[in-house]
């Protein structure tokens, strides 16, 4: 009976982890920010621009720099020269907006996003700039308007760069967080914003899993025990 108990367990485990293999967090914005926390302001947005669907999420520095900078860096937990673009860089932070969200994961797991720069600051003097952060480590998405091409506006901005896809990878097992913001720097007369899509966490390089026939068989031994 022992045996039996632990082989049952053991399946179940198996075929859970299989059912969880495909499983992606809020990946398209449709259903609004759905378990997004937000600091400032960010909203879903109707779009033709979307990647996937007909919603992206944007994350907006309103003009002004409405949002407190220092409130800001403790909301996605990373501070001063860990989150400029340049950490010799004299611009002061002024303010702006993020969405963070909390998930289960594996060490490994694939944390991926489609991410757009969107801006009415003039070029290529805006330092305006956006960033992820994954467990307390920022990674800078757009230094400033003159790092990547802009093209022509889109969600009512002058300018934007096309969609980019980046990819992360999970540093731990258990919970992760990942925050998405954008930053205004001593200029504030014009805002900033990002617009997110296709947010994703897969299963990174494991080893193979079993067919489902073998669960099948597993259980099917189980009326032998």
Same mark, same amino acid.
């Given at each position: 009976?022992?045996?039996?108990?632990?082989?049952?367990?053991?399946?179940?485990? &198996? =075929?859970?982890?299989?059912?969880?293999?495909?499983?992606?967090?809020?990946? *398209?914005?449709?259903?609004?920010?759905?378990?997004?926390?937000?600091?400032?302001?960010?909203?879903? #947005?109707?779009?033709?621009? !979307?990647?996937? *669907?007909?919603?992206?999420?944007?994350?907006? &520095?309103?003009?002004?720099?409405?949002?407190?900078?220092?409130?800001?860096?403790? /909301? #996605?937990?990373?501070?001063?020269?860990?989150?400029?673009?340049?950490?010799? %860089? =004299?611009?002061?932070?002024?303010?702006?907006?993020?969405?963070?969200?909390?998930?289960?994961?594996?060490?490994?797991?694939?944390?991926?996003?489609?991410?757009?720069?969107?801006?009415?600051?003039?070029?290529?003097?805006?330092?305006?700039?956006? /960033?992820? #952060?994954?467990?307390?480590?920022?990674? #800078?998405?757009?230094?400033?308007?003159? %790092?990547?091409?802009?093209?022509?506006?889109?969600?009512? /901005?002058?300018?934007?760069?096309?969609?980019?896809?980046?990819?992360?990878?999970?540093?731990?097992?258990?919970?992760?967080?990942?925050?998405?913001?954008?930053?205004?720097?001593?200029?504030?007369?014009?805002?900033?914003?990002?617009?997110?899509?296709?947010?994703?966490?897969?299963?990174?390089?494991?080893?193979?899993?079993?067919?489902?026939?073998?669960? &099948?068989?597993?259980?099917?031994?189980?009326? !032998?025990?």
């Amino acid at each position: 009976m022992r045996i039996a108990s632990t082989v049952l367990a053991l399946a179940l485990s &198996a =075929i859970s982890s299989l059912a969880l293999a495909d499983v992606t967090v809020n990946d *398209g914005f449709e259903n609004g920010l759905g378990a997004w926390s937000v600091f400032g302001t960010a909203s879903s #947005v109707t779009t033709s621009a !979307a990647t996937e *669907g007909s919603k992206v999420g944007l994350v907006h &520095a309103t003009e002004g720099g409405a949002f407190n900078a220092a409130q800001l860096q403790s /909301f #996605v937990g990373v501070f001063g020269d860990n989150l400029r673009p340049q950490p010799d %860089s =004299i611009d002061t932070f002024a303010g702006g907006s993020a969405i963070s969200q909390s998930f289960n994961a594996k060490k490994g797991d694939l944390v991926s996003f489609d991410w757009r720069f969107v801006t009415n600051e003039l070029q290529p003097l805006s330092t305006d700039f956006s /960033f992820v #952060v994954l467990n307390g480590k920022a990674t #800078v998405l757009m230094a400033s308007t003159s %790092s990547l091409p802009l093209g022509d506006g889109v969600l009512g /901005f002058e300018s934007s760069t096309d969609w980019r896809r980046m990819t992360l990878v999970a540093d731990h097992d258990g919970i992760n967080t990942v925050s998405f913001g954008v930053m205004q720097t001593a200029d504030t007369s014009f805002s900033s914003a990002m617009a997110l899509d296709r947010f994703e966490v897969n299963p990174g390089a494991t080893a193979p899993v079993p067919e489902p026939e073998t669960y &099948a068989m597993m259980l099917a031994g189980l009326g !032998a025990l």
